[in-house]
């Protein structure tokens, strides 16, 4: 049998075990947390939370289904992936709010499209219309999982903006590149800077959004401010964060966890309970603030859910060899 060095930036299996995984340390502050709410659209403007443009959100009730029991505001901004910022899910809350500035912030529009642009995230999301929330499931591939109150705009409006030429086939977004602010980068975690895509008809699909807020509050730097993509039917590395470049491109890009071991993760990233990951199942979840610290498992549901929704971008898709 080989015995295999896991590389610094691989993920350990120990994290999908339900073991001491939730430090017991943040648990004092959930307490503190309780009865945001109202308060909420007015700390927008706090250091530290970016892209005040367009609240407070309106709810849309389209999405949000009231079987889905949203997950605490505390688990959701302390315990994080956003490896820029460390590679433990505790480093990224104080160390994207060290200095790191996410507003002003530019973004690009740019490639195979009529309308390329440079533009500061608060007037994009003012020429999206502003923004709505939507209660959306959300899937790590490290098997556990959450219920997100997202704050944004459907992606397809962006999209719709941006006017791509017809040889325009594919998404990519790229996430900022400052070696002074993220450690993680300094480090060299991963290859930098961090990339995503998406087929153009995946960034279309109605449920694909570009998330500025959660809970009806501007998204946290640790969460990925100003602004960051939600496709809730997909793993969450898809989920790219603090996007500074919208690019429309003729062939599938490349996407960073891909790059870093593609036989581990693909492009699709589509949430699979059928389709194991090398190294762990992918059958069930931990729910995150679910039944104590630790939190309880539930079954992992084919596109996490939004099976109806979005099977049939996937039609004649071989889902084992397009993971
Ligand atoms: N730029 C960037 N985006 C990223 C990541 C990252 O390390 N860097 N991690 C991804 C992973 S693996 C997950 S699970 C989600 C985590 O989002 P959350 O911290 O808001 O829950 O962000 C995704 N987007
Ligand atoms: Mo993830």
Avoid at 171 to 200: C, H, I, S, W
């Amino acid at each position: 049998m080989l015995i295999r060095t896991p590389k610094a930036w691989e993920l350990p299996e120990s994290i999908v075990t339900p073991e001491r995984d939730y430090e017991l340390r943040p648990r004092r502050d959930f307490l503190k947390t309780l009865g945001l709410g109202l308060a909420g659209a007015a700390l927008g403007s706090r250091a530290g939370l970016a892209t005040t443009a367009g609240f407070p959100s309106k709810v849309n009730p389209d999405y949000r289904d009231p079987a889905l029991k949203p997950t605490p505001y505390e688990y959701i901004t302390s315990y994080n992936n956003f490896y820029e910022f460390g590679m433990d899910k505790a480093d990224p809350k104080p160390n994207a709010n060290k200095g790191w500035k996410t507003e002003p912030w530019t973004v690009e529009i740019a490639g195979l499209v009529n309308k390329p642009i440079k533009i500061e995230a608060n007037d994009l999301v003012e020429k999206m219309g502003g923004v709505e929330q939507r209660v959306y499931r959300f899937r790590c591939v490290e098997a556990w999982s959450m219920v997100i109150p997202w704050d944004g705009f459907p992606l397809a409006k962006l999209v719709a903006f941006a006017d791509p030429k017809p040889e325009a086939r594919f998404l990519r977004m790229t996430t900022f590149l400052d070696l002074k602010n993220a450690p993680g980068q300094r480090a060299g975690n991963l290859e930098y800077p961090y990339v995503e895509g998406l087929r153009l008809d995946e960034a279309n699909h109605e449920l694909a959004f570009i998330a500025t807020g959660i809970y009806g509050r501007a998204i946290p730097n640790q969460n990925g401010a100003p602004l960051r993509l939600v496709t809730p039917w997909k793993y969450g590395f898809k989920c790219v964060k603090s996007i500074v470049k919208f690019e429309f491109v003729a062939r599938q890009p490349r996407n960073t966890w891909n790059i870093m071991a593609a036989n581990e993760y693909g492009f699709y990233a589509n949430v699979n309970p059928n389709v194991d990951h090398p190294r762990w199942s992918q059958a069930s979840e931990r729910v995150i603030g679910g039944g104590g610290v630790l939190g309880s498992r539930q079954k992992t549901l084919l596109f996490n859910g939004y099976e109806k929704q979005v099977a049939g971008l996937y039609q004649g898709l071989d889902l084992k060899r397009n993971y």
